[in-house]
C-alpha cells in the first residue's frame, strides 16, 4: 500500500491517504489538459493531493499558490516548503530599527532608496534570501498578489513546468484587483482634481487619467533625490511611482470593456476611490496567468462547472479535465436548514429586516449554550441587527473592515455563548468544534448590482445570469462551511431568505451534490 511516507511527506502528519487523494493525483499526471480542476470539499485534504501529484510528477519546478500568508505558513510547516510573502513582510537592512517601531519601513522601499545603485547589503538582504531560496526549490508557496506581481512585472517565478492554485474559483477575483487601477481620494485632493467629468464616458475618462498623470509627474519631481529622503518620503515616492506606471497601463489598455466605479461611503458621508476595471477578465488571463505555466491544477469546493470557469478565464471548454468529489462529512453533521420568513431585497428591507430578527432571535432560543456566527452580508443589515436582537441567552459583538482578524480571535476565545454578526467571514474562517455550532444567513449574498462592472456582466452578456448565480451559489455554499471541519464535528445553518428558493429554482443544479443532499425545508 502506497502511503505518503513514500513521497518524503510527514509519517505522522500523513500516515495514510484519505479516499480519493492518490487516485485523484494521479489522474492529474495523467491528463494532457492544460488546466485540471478539482472540487473538492473541506475533510478530502487537497493539499496533500497536490503535493502528491507534484511528486509523481518527479518534482518539476512548480508554484502553490493560496489566498492568504495563515495558508502560505501552513503549508511551509506541512511539507517543509519554503514561502515567499511580498517584500513589505520583510525588514530594509538601510533602516533596520524601523521595521518593527510602528513606522513599518520594509524592503519595499529598497529600489527607490537606492535609486539604481547597488545594494550593500543584498547577499544578506531578508527579502532577497527568502527568494533566491523559493527560486531554488522545486515547488514554493506564494500567495496570489505576489505571485501575478513576479511573473508579469520581474519574471522570477515564471516559465513554470506546474502551477497548484488552490481556492481557484476567486481567481477572477484575483486577476480583478491585479488588473484594477485606483485612484485614491487622498491623492486626488494632493493633486487637487475632481472626478472625470462623466462617468460613464470613456473620453472624459482618457482626458481625466492623463491630467492625473501629468500631475503626479510633478509631484514625483518635488521629492527631490532618494537617497536624501526621510523612509516616510520614500515610502510616498514609491507609491507615487507605482500608481504612475499603473496609469500607463490603464490608458494602453482602457476602451468600452472597461467601466468607472467609486463607492460612497454611506456612513461616514464620504466617497471611496475611483477605480477603472474591465467588465469581463478572461481576456487578461492568458498573458497574466496561464502563459506562466505548461500545466495547472485547480482547487475548491465551490468551482461549479468547471467548464464555465475555464471560458471565464480566458480558456475553451476542451482545456479542462475535471472531477468533483463528495464530501466525508455525514449530511446530519452539516444540515442547513431553509426557513424562508421574508424576500430580502433592497426595496423590502423595510419590512424584512424585522422578520428576519424574529426569526432569527427564535432560532437561538434553541441553542442557548452555543456560539453562533451571523453572515451579515452587508454593514446595514448588520447594524440594523446589532440594534434589532436583544437575545435571551448569548451576547453580540461585531467588527469592522479594519478589526476583522482581531474580532475573530476574540471570537474563538470565548467560552461563553456569543453571536459574532459579520458582514465578511465567508471565507478563509475555521470554526471547528465547539469554536461555532450555529451559522446563519439572513439574507443570499447576491453579488452588488449597484457595481457598474457587476450590473454590466450580468446584463450585457449571454453568460451573464449563470455568472451572476455561480457568485451567489459560492458565497452561499462557503458560508455555511465555516464550522464543520473535520469527521465527528457538527454544526447546523441556517438560511431564511425566500430569494434562495428562486435561486434554486432557477439555477439549482450549480450546487454540488454533497451540499443539496444537507438542506432541509422547515418553518419555526
Known amino acids: 500500500m502506497v502511503v505518503p511516507a513514500d513521497f518524503g511527506f510527514d509519517a505522522q502528519k500523513f500516515p495514510s491517504y484519505r479516499e480519493n487523494q492518490l487516485e485523484v493525483a494521479q489522474k492529474i499526471i495523467v491528463s494532457d489538459k492544460p488546466l485540471y480542476s478539482v472540487e473538492a470539499p473541506t475533510g478530502i485534504g487537497k493539499s496533500l493531493l497536490a503535493m502528491t501529484s507534484h511528486a509523481l510528477m518527479d518534482r518539476p519546478r512548480s508554484v502553490y499558490l493560496v489566498s492568504t500568508k495563515q495558508l502560505q505558513d501552513q503549508i511551509e510547516i506541512d511539507f517543509n516548503v519554503p514561502t515567499l510573502k511580498g517584500r513589505n ?49 522545486p515547488m514554493c508557496v506564494l500567495n496570489y498578489p505576489l505571485f501575478l506581481s513576479e511573473a508579469n512585472y520581474v519574471g522570477g517565478f515564471s516559465n513554470l513546468s506546474y502551477l497548484i492554485m488552490d481556492e481557484c474559483d476567486r481567481i477572477e477575483d484575483h486577476l480583478m484587483s491585479f488588473i484594477e487601477v485606483s485612484i485614491t481620494p487622498y491623492l486626488m485632493k494632493r493633486l487637487d482634481i475632481g472626478p472625470p467629468r462623466y462617468k460613464t464616458k470613456l473620453d472624459s475618462w482618457v482626458e481625466w487619467i492623463k491630467e492625473v498623470a501629468l500631475r503626479i509627474i510633478k509631484e514625483i519631481e518635488k521629492v527631490g533625490p532618494p537617497n536624501s529622503l526621510s523612509p516616510a518620503k520614500l515610502k510616498d515616492l514609491m507609491r507615487l511611482k507605482r500608481t504612475s506606471r499603473r496609469l500607463e497601463f490603464l490608458s494602453s489598455s482602457l476602451n468600452d470593456n472597461w467601466v468607472m466605479e ?38 475548491s469546493a465551490t468551482i461549479m462547472g468547471p467548464q464555465a470557469m475555464a471560458i471565464e478565464l480566458g480558456l475553451h471548454s476542451w482545456d479542462v479535465d475535471s472531477v468533483s468529489l463528495d464530501s466525508p462529512f455525514p449530511a446530519e453533521s452539516r444540515w442547513v436548514n431553509y426557513i424562508p420568513v421574508a424576500s430580502v431585497t433592497h426595496n423590502t428591507k423595510g419590512s424584512a429586516y424585522p422578520k428576519l430578527g424574529d426569526a432569527i432571535e427564535t432560532t437561538l432560543k434553541e441553542y442557548p449554550k452555543e456560539k453562533v456566527l451571523i453572515h451579515a452580508v452587508s454593514y446595514d443589515l448588520r447594524n440594523f441587527l446589532m440594534d434589532y436582537l436583544r437575545p435571551q ?56 448590482l449597484g457595481s457598474p462592472q457587476v450590473n454590466r456582466r450580468l446584463h450585457a452578456f449571454s453568460d451573464g445570469p449563470l455568472w451572476y448565480a455561480r457568485r451567489t451559489a459560492r458565497t452561499l455554499v462557503q ?46
Open 89 to 137: 513582510n520583510y525588514p530594509c537592512l538601510h533602516f533596520p530599527a524601523l521595521f518593527d517601531d510602528g513606522r513599518g519601513v520594509t524592503s519595499e522601499i529598497c529600489s527607490d532608496y537606492l535609486h539604481g545603485d547597488d545594494c550593500d547589503f543584498e547577499a544578506d538582504c531578508p527579502y532577497l534570501k527568502q527568494k533566491r531560496k523559493a527560486l531554488r526549490a
Open 262 to 299: 467609486q463607492e460612497e461611503n454611506k456612513y461616514r458621508k464620504s466617497l471611496g476611490p475611483i477605480v477603472f476595471k474591465p467588465v469581463k477578465i478572461g481576456g487578461f488571463a492568458p498573458s497574466n496567468l496561464w502563459g506562466h505555466t505548461q500545466r495547472s491544477l485547480g482547487m
Open 479 to 524: 458560508m455555511t462551511g465555516r464550522a464543520t471541519r473535520s469527521l465527528g464535528d457538527w454544526s447546523v445553518s441556517y438560511i431564511y431568505d425566500a430569494q434562495f428558493g428562486e435561486l434554486v429554482a432557477r439555477s439549482g443544479h450549480i450546487f454540488p451534490s454533497w451540499w443539496r443532499e444537507a438542506v432541509r425545508s422547515g418553518s419555526l
Open 393 to 448: 441567552y448569548h451576547g453580540l459583538m461585531t467588527h469592522d473592515k479594519d478589526d476583522r482578524a482581531q474580532a475573530l480571535e476574540r471570537f474563538k476565545g470565548y467560552n461563553k455563548p456569543i453571536v459574532f454578526i459579520s458582514p465578511s467571514m465567508d471565507r478563509g474562517v475555521d470554526l471547528p468544534g465547539d469554536l461555532c455550532r450555529v451559522i446563519m444567513v439572513p439574507k443570499i449574498p447576491y453579488p452588488n
